[in-house]
């Protein structure tokens, strides 16, 4: 009876230290995993400095009125931005060099009148009802100049309407272009023009000229390819 007493109480002591063997393995895993997160999410922190620091070098060395290609899947649409409106000139380059309007629709397309993109949420399908409500995050503040006309191929900043926006704060990253100056002359004034186009006005007609639905939405999808700087017209 002893020895059986005794053998009971040699297995339980065994499954005890086995226990706390077992409690302390899984707070060291625990732990490690934790330490493995925190040095994943620092390492991605710096690279995200790095970018950023990246692209403001990128953006101090353009000249004062860069070029970018808006790369389509209908053609290249080439366009100067503006000087004298610095705030959207870096924001628009900005995000061209982030890669921001890789992949984006021109969810907004109408003959005589103008093509607009930029919206993120068109980057899923599921979010049709809504685009043209996207956007960084952001507004910034209007820089309208009065020497800017909506003229054919004119670079806008699209914004809300004047109800919820008095101040005329543009989207920070939706933007369209001007098709047709006679339709949209009567914005001049109302929305900041930062920049213009000065190649691919025939790719601009093509994508005005797509079938689209009650909205404006292409029915067979227009998409930014990228936003690229021309290294070969900023020299």
Do not use: W
């Not at 002893?2 to 339980?12: F, H, M, R, Y």
């Not at 797509?210 to 939405?217: E, I, P």
């Amino acid at each position: 009876m002893k020895k059986t007493l005794l053998l009971i109480c040699v297995v339980a002591a065994a499954l005890v230290v086995a226990g706390c063997g077992n409690r302390n393995g899984n707070k060291q895993k625990g732990s490690e995993s934790a330490e493995v997160s925190q040095t994943e999410a620092m390492a991605d922190s710096v690279k995200q400095e790095k970018l950023k620091h990246d692209t403001m070098e990128r953006i101090a060395a353009m000249p004062a009125e860069p070029v970018f290609d808006i790369v389509t899947s209908l053609g290249t649409i080439k366009v100067r931005l503006y000087a004298d409106t610095p705030k959207h000139r870096e924001n628009f380059a900005k995000l061209a060099f982030d890669g921001f309007y890789n992949g984006l629709l021109f969810h907004r397309v109408i003959a005589n009148f103008m093509i607009q993109g930029g919206d993120p949420l068109t980057k899923n399908i599921e979010n049709q009802p809504k685009f043209g409500t996207g956007g960084p995050g952001y507004q910034i503040p209007a820089e309208i100049v009065a020497g800017h006309h909506h003229k054919k191929g004119a670079l806008a900043a699209a914004r809300k309407g004047d109800m919820a926006n008095p101040m005329k704060e543009s989207s920070g990253s939706q933007f369209y272009i001007v098709q047709s100056e006679a339709g949209c002359s009567h914005l001049d004034g109302e929305y900041t023009i930062f920049g213009e186009t000065i190649d691919g006005f025939a790719v601009i007609d093509k994508i005005a000229a797509v079938q689209t639905d009650g909205r404006g939405l292409p029915l067979e999808p227009v998409m930014i390819i990228s936003v690229k700087y021309d290294e070969e017209l900023n020299q």
